[in-house]
Structure formats: structure tokens, C-alpha cells
């Protein structure tokens, strides 16, 4: 029986929101059973040598929690929905923010769960080693002492005023850069309202590695261990695989996931081990527009970022990339994207965009599609060529996606 799509639940009002890629892709929201602890340390060894980010949290607050997710995709809604003011303002009452994330009831316990998720985001330090993306420089770098929120203000009337409380919070102005600089994913709050606290660090992890590779093999255990998830009491590696199945059931049947699907394979190195096999989609994902504004969440936004991602592209190609995703069949450009990447992988580019943008306008000539990239001859059939690429998909998966 096929498992139904968890973006199709009515719970989480706000759908597909666009997250900034360094607050979602690190595993910075602890799970319960870390919330008391001050200090976490965790190693990012998917984003590079050296590379760590550290959290410090405040005794009153602590750490930061799954919860403070699903909260910061919200405001990030609301700030998409207030127009993307380059300052990061975002104005709202803590009552909505409750009924974006599906709450049926407005109760005091929810309210001051969410009210401390604020402060959270406010007040817990982070420190990024050498993983904080600037789209700005375009490069990673090491940022100190900073928070996702810069500021925030509750403003509450007295026991006994009448009066109605409102809230205004500000985005960390690096965050609000690289949210207007595209530096983002697209994330669906329903898929995360269904998931375990530890599932929303595997949907992270995820769609971040199986942006770059069609195939992904990971130990169990060292997956946990960099997800800062504790292993105490799990001898087998089959326990832990046990853990993980709801959660990578339910990423598998999300519309908006690089995740096709997946296996545990025994482990060759590590006794009592097993490896977690990840298999990327053939066909990149496309995506549900969002409710605030099509020029936020653009399906063409989405296919050239995907195509920057998975052929490591800083910035030079960014326009060429974009003119191939406006007027070239999709299968084509699958093609050309695992041709690329495969290029790269047997070390027969060192440029595996300029290479895709190469072969990409080499095709253009061949099907007479104009990139608008100077002079193109037309060649007898191009049209049929066009509709030739568009019936048959098949001939245009690269020999690394898996089925």
C-alpha cells in the first residue's frame, strides 16, 4: 500500500517555506533529553575539514529544540508574507504563530511554550567554525557570537488591562542576507510537523548530501554521533536502523524530499554495524508554490539552485544556469547535470558547471532552442529533437541514479 504524502495532512498552515540553508542544514536542535545541557559541540564532517558549529545556551532557556524549528520556519513565513524587509523586522502576535503550527487551542502551556521558544532563538549563542555560508563573500567562514534572532520584544497589557499582546522580532541580519541572497531550501512545515525530533535532523541531513551525490552510505552509529544523538544502550546497529524507519518512511513519501528511498546494508567496517544506504530521486522534486507570492518560491529558483548545488557552483554560471532552466526540456537538463557531475567525479573536469553550461549549449544548438547566449544555428528537426527528449525520460538518467 502506497504511504501517503505528509504534505497532503491539513496540520501546518503555512506549507512550503524557503529556510535559510546554514540555520536548517546543521543539527543545531537538540532533542529533548539534551534541553537541560549549556554547552554542545558538533562536528560537520559533510560540510568540510574543520568544520563545527557550537551552541551556548542560557540556564533559564536551554538548549535549542526541535520545537524552535518549526517555530523559526513560521516567522520566516510571516516575514516572506510582510514583504522580506532587508532589516529582518518581522511584526506579528504570538496567538498566529500558534495556529501556523496547526495548534487547535490557544491555551496558556501552549503560549509560554512558544513565547520560550523566542527567547531561545534570541538568546542562545552560537558559534559557526569555519560552516557559516555568506552568500555575500561566497564562502564559508568562522562567525562568533551571534544568535538567529538579534532582537526581540514582547509586549504584553497588564492583569488588568484589556489589550492584546504583539510581538516584533528581528532576524539575524546575516540570515536575512542570505535568505534574500536565495541561499536557501525549500522546506515543508507539514512533513516536520510529523516527524520525531530526531527525524527532523535526518530530513536535514538528508537533503543536504543527497544534493551533491545521487548515492549516499553512512554508518549508523557515526551518523548519530555527528547528529549530536546519543548511542548509549544501542550494542546493534540494527537498533538503531529500527529507530529511524518511521521517520525515513515518512521523508520518502514527502513530495518536497531528494529521498527516493533508502536500505540498511551490513557494515564491512564496523562490527554490529549497519549502514544507512540513501538513493536520490531520478528527477529533481518539483514543488508546491507557496501561498506567499510566486516570486518567492519560483520552480525555476528552485531548479537552477538544485543545479548550482549538485555541481558546486559558487556564482559565475548563475545566469547561464538560469536561462538553461527557463528554455530547456527538463529531461535534457538532467542529462547534462549527471554527465557533469560524473565528469567531475572521475576527475575529467575540475569545473563540472562550465562544463554542464557547455554541453547544455552545444544541445540548444542541436533542438534550435535560443539561450540568449549569443548566436545559435538551426538545425533541420530540432522541434522534433525537442519532443523526442520530452517522451523519453529513460534515456536521460545518469548511470549513478539508482532505481
Not at 516575514?79 to 496558556?108: P, V
Not at 536575512?176 to 535526518?202: C, K, V
Amino acid at each position: 500500500m502506497k504511504q501517503k504524502d505528509p504534505e497532503t495532512t491539513k496540520k501546518g498552515k503555512c506549507g512550503v517555506v524557503r529556510l535559510e540553508r546554514n540555520v536548517d542544514s546543521l543539527p543545531i536542535w537538540a532533542p529533548k533529553a539534551y534541553a537541560g545541557m549549556l554547552e554542545r559541540t558538533y562536528t560537520l564532517s559533510w560540510k568540510g575539514e574543520g568544520a563545527e558549529v557550537q551552541v551556548m545556551a542560557l540556564p533559564k532557556y536551554g538548549q535549542l529544540r526541535s520545537l524552535d524549528k518549526l517555530v523559526l520556519t513560521a516567522l520566516i513565513y510571516l516575514w516572506n508574507e510582510q514583504g522580506r524587509r532587508a532589516d529582518g523586522r518581522i511584526a506579528f502576535q504570538i496567538a498566529g504563530l500558534i495556529k501556523l503550527l496547526g495548534h487547535s487551542h490557544q491555551g496558556g502551556r501552549v503560549y509560554r511554550r512558544i513565547k520560550q521558544s523566542l527567547r531561545r532563538l534570541k538568546h542562545t549563542g552560537l558559534q559557526f567554525i569555519n560552516c557559516f555560508y555568506d552568500k555575500q563573500e561566497e564562502t564559508y567562514k568562522t562567525t562568533r557570537d551571534t544568535n538567529i534572532l538579534y532582537e526581540l520584544l514582547i509586549v504584553e497589557p497588564k492583569k488588568d488591562q484589556t489589550g492584546y499582546e504583539w510581538t516584533v522580532a528581528y532576524l539575524n541580519l546575516d540570515v536575512a542576507n542570505n535568505l534574500l541572497g536565495n541561499y536557501t531550501r525549500p522546506i515543508s512545515l507539514p512533513l516536520l510537523l510529523r516527524l520525531s525530533e530526531r527525524g527532523i535532523l535526518f530530513e536535514s541531513y538528508i537533503n543536504g548530501v543527497l544534493w551533491r551525490r545521487p548515492v549516499i552510505t553512512k554508518d549508523v552509529f557515526e551518523l548519530w554521533q555527528e547528529l549530536g544523538l546519543s548511542t548509549k544502550g544501542y550494542g546493534y546497529g540494527s537498533r538503531l536502523a529500527a529507530k529511524m524507519r518511521v521517520d525515513l518512511d515518512t521523508i520518502a513519501a514527502a513530495s518536497s524530499s531528494l529521498l527516493e528511498r533508502y536500505e540498511f546494508s551490513d557494515s564491512k567496517t564496523r562490527a554490529r554495524s549497519k549502514n544507512l544506504v540513501l538513493y536520490r530521486k531520478a528527477r529533481m522534486p518539483r514543488l508546491p508554490r507557496s501561498s506567499y507570492g510566486d516570486e518567492a518560491l519560483d520552480e525555476v529558483d528552485i531548479q537552477v539552485e538544485q543545479i548550482r548545488s549538485m555541481l558546486r557552483d559558487a556564482s559565475n554560471n548563475d545566469s547561464n544556469i538560469r536561462r538553461i532552466a527557463e528554455r530547456m526540456p527538463a529531461p535534457v537538463i538532467d542529462k547534462g547535470v549527471f554527465d557533469a557531475w560524473g565528469r567531475y567525479r572521475d576527475r575529467q573536469t575540475s569545473n563540472p558547471a562550465a562544463y554542464f553550461v557547455g554541453i547544455m549549449k552545444k544541445k540548444a544548438i542541436e533542438l534550435d532552442i535560443d539561450l540568449g547566449m549569443g548566436r545559435r544555428s538551426k538545425q533541420e528537426g530540432g522541434r522534433g529533437e525537442i519532443q523526442h527528449a520530452l517522451e523519453t525520460p529513460s534515456d536521460c538518467r545518469g548511470e549513478d541514479v539508482v532505481r
